[in-house]
T-cell receptor, first 114, second 114 residues
Framework: DVKVTQSSRYLVKRTGEKVFLECVQDMDHENMFWYRQDPGLGLRLIYFSYDVKMKEKGDIPEGYSVSREKKERFSLILESASTNQTSMYLC?????????????FGPGTRLTVT | KQEVTQIPAALSVPEGENLVLNCSFTDSAIYNLQWFRQDPGKGLTSLLLIQSSQREQTSGRLNASLDKSSGRSTLYIAASQPGDSATYLCAVRRDGGSQGNLIFGKGTKLSVKP
């Protein structure tokens, strides 16, 4: 079974803090993704990575950065947290090959910025 | 720009009923379409993946169809059970361009009453 884990289920941070969200997958997937999910807006892609040290911006990268130093781990960084970054954050992974590109999701991290 | 729409936004049915969830997309240049289930406050669970060359996929009581030319997919759930209550999301993978990121609909919230 594919397993994608996220470091925290719930997180509360103060405005201006630097926040790290960690994601780990155990299926040797090349692709890893960070989404945020908000009521009425659905899931939106923040960043993704298709290889170690490679990253590409998604639809809403502003205020975020990412790090991928090892194939199994993809970190999302909020450089200076703001209240509009309060959201559910979901990590996903998949193989690079188009034929086997099913995405698998982690349990999510609900982040509240006060 | 690809847009994915799911109608209805919410659906309530009695236990045992067969039901159909709808998904439409504006750009037929997709590589595949994936259906997910999301329980409240949780991550996404992949249900079915249909490649653009396929017409349907089946898993247990679930059957998903794809009509790429008309930009539609349906998820058929047979003999619904209270445990099927969840939000169902469809997502399309764009053909070409970014490495496999998905465009999501906003979901259909299903409630199956005992």
């Amino acid at each position: 079974d594919v397993k994608v884990t996220q470091s925290s289920r719930y997180l509360v941070k103060r405005t201006g803090e630097k926040v790290f969200l960690e994601c780990v997958q155990d299926m040797d997937h090349e692709n890893m993704f960070w989404y945020r999910q908000d009521p009425g807006l659905g899931l939106r892609l923040i960043y993704f990575s298709y290889d170690v040290k490679m990253k590409e911006k998604g639809d809403i990268p502003e205020g975020y950065s990412v790090s991928r130093e090892k194939k199994e781990r993809f970190s999302l960084i909020l450089e200076s947290a703001s209240t509009n970054q309060t959201s559910m954050y979901l990590c996903a992974s998949s193989f690079l090959s188009r034929e086997t590109s099913e995405q698998y999701f982690g349990p999510g991290t609900r982040l509240t910025v006060t | 720009k690809q847009e994915v729409t799911q109608i209805p936004a919410a659906l309530s049915v009695p236990e045992g009923e067969n039901l159909v969830l709808n998904c439409s997309f504006t750009d037929s240049a997709i590589y595949n379409l994936q259906w997910f289930r999301q329980d409240p406050g949780k991550g996404l669970t992949s249900l079915l993946l249909i490649q653009s060359s396929q017409r349907e996929q089946t898993s247990g009581r679930l059957n998903a169809s794809l009509d790429k030319s008309s930009g539609r997919s349906t998820l058929y759930i047979a003999a619904s059970q209270p445990g099927d209550s969840a939000t169902y999301l469809c997502a399309v993978r764009r053909d070409g361009g970014s490495q496999g990121n998905l465009i999501f609909g906003k979901g259909t919230k299903l409630s199956v009453k005992p």
